[in-house]
């Protein structure tokens, strides 16, 4: 069983296009995130959600919309996509908040062309 | 500030050696220190973690130090498998832990020769 499981693993898509990334977690995890990894392998994080209450949400352009329809599920949305936007994206989580193990999805890579 | 810098950018080790990876800081704030391995496809798995209340943690061949007034710490890996060889991040948290957050280190690419 996968702890965190995100899909799609890799993603396609248009500049301009709108789409979605999903994140699930098995493990009960109060806390769950999203982090962007550069080019570079540069981790950054996004969007921290509590319970389904968004807690960090850093500089990120509003074309990203988190949603956390309940506990166990934090999906990403973004619309009109940019070159820049090309990352791969991992979902995480942890038991509550960032000081205790946060366990990573397997990330989705997105490449705008 | 917030910034954590890790070095090196890159690291080739002979099998059997030791591996060590550097990070430094300046926000005093930071209270919890993790290290973050990742193999090629996969996301980060937690490898070894510290409180700056001790000086060294110590977990199979994995050692972090932890030097709190000269704001650094760093991770040796002794006797250094071929296994081994992925990306280390180190990171910091910021904030309380509920609504904190960790500041990831550029990442060390590490191979280690057979």
């Known amino acids: 069983d996968t702890a965190v499981s995100q899909t799609p693993k890799y993603l396609v898509t248009q500049m301009g296009n709108d789409k979605s990334i999903k994140c699930e977690q098995n493990?009960?995890?109060?806390?769950m995130y999203w982090y962007k990894q550069d080019s570079k392998k540069f981790l950054k994080i996004m969007f921290s959600y509590n319970n389904k209450e968004l807690i960090i949400n850093e500089t990120v352009p509003n074309r990203f919309s988190p949603k956390s329809p309940d506990k166990a599920h934090l999906n990403l949305h973004i619309n009109s996509l940019e070159l820049g936007d090309s990352a791969v994206y991992f979902c995480a989580s942890s038991l509550q908040g960032v000081s205790t193990e946060a366990f990573f999805g397997q990330g989705t890579r997105l490449t705008v062309v | 500030q917030q910034q954590v810098k890790q070095s090196p950018q890159s690291l080739i080790v002979q099998k059997g050696g030791i591996s060590i990876i550097n990070c430094a800081y300046e926000n005093t704030a930071f209270d919890y220190f993790p290290w973050y391995q990742q193999f090629p496809g996969k996301g980060p798995a937690l490898l070894i973690a510290?409180?700056?209340?001790?000086s060294e943690k110590k977990e199979g061949r994995f050692t972090i130090s932890f030097n709190k007034s000269a704001k650094q710490f760093s991770l040796h890996i002794m006797d250094s498998q071929p296994g081994d060889s992925a990306t280390y991040f180190c990171?910091?948290?910021?904030?309380?832990?509920?609504?904190?957050?960790?500041?990831f280190g550029q990442g060390t690419t590490l191979q280690v020769k057979p």
């Open positions: 990171a910091a948290r910021y904030g309380s832990s509920n609504t904190g957050k960790l500041i």
């Open positions: 493990l009960g995890h109060d806390t």
């Open positions: 510290i409180r700056p209340d001790v």
